[in-house]
């Protein structure tokens, strides 16, 4: 059963951190390319809409799984080193500020592509990309320490 938990964790992290970087440092770039500046728009709201599902199964998986880990195999908090706790709280950050992104920052953003609100777009869309820029430096600590924490000191 911890191979099983250990492997959907993984995959879950993979898949949201991935995700962030896929589209923040591939994607983003390339799409500025893209004229007219409204079908650009239509593409990440595209993308997004097929992103998000994946994020929000990612977001239910890793704290089911983590804390499945947490207290089947090393027996409650306490029996987990600080490595764990710092990916634990991080991943927390993380959940709030996806929901905030999907929530508030998304919401303006789809509507305002929806409507073809174009004043409503571009600030819509910076702060998307601020949530995810803020989210996928999070997201790369949390998953370095999970590579790296069972060596700490």
Do not use: C
Request: hydrophobic share 60%.
């Amino acid at each position: 059963m911890t191979a099983l938990l250990l492997a959907l964790h993984a995959l879950a992290a993979t898949v949201w951190v991935g995700g962030m970087f896929f589209a923040y440092v591939v994607l983003r770039p390339s799409v500025g390319a893209i004229e007219p500046a409204p079908e650009r728009a239509r593409l990440w709201r595209r993308v997004f809409a097929r992103f998000f599902p994946w994020v929000w199964a990612s977001v239910f998986i890793l704290p089911v799984t983590g804390y499945a880990l947490v207290f089947g195999q090393f027996g409650g908090m306490a029996g987990v080193d600080l490595s764990v706790h710092v990916m634990q709280g991080l991943g927390w950050v993380m959940f709030l500020l996806f929901g905030h992104l999907y929530f508030a920052a998304w919401r303006r953003f789809s509507h305002a592509v929806d409507a073809g609100d174009a004043q409503a777009i571009a600030p819509a869309l910076a702060k998307v990309r601020r949530i995810v820029a803020v989210n996928l430096a999070l997201g790369l600590v949390v998953v370095a320490i999970g590579a790296s924490g069972r060596y700490w000191p």
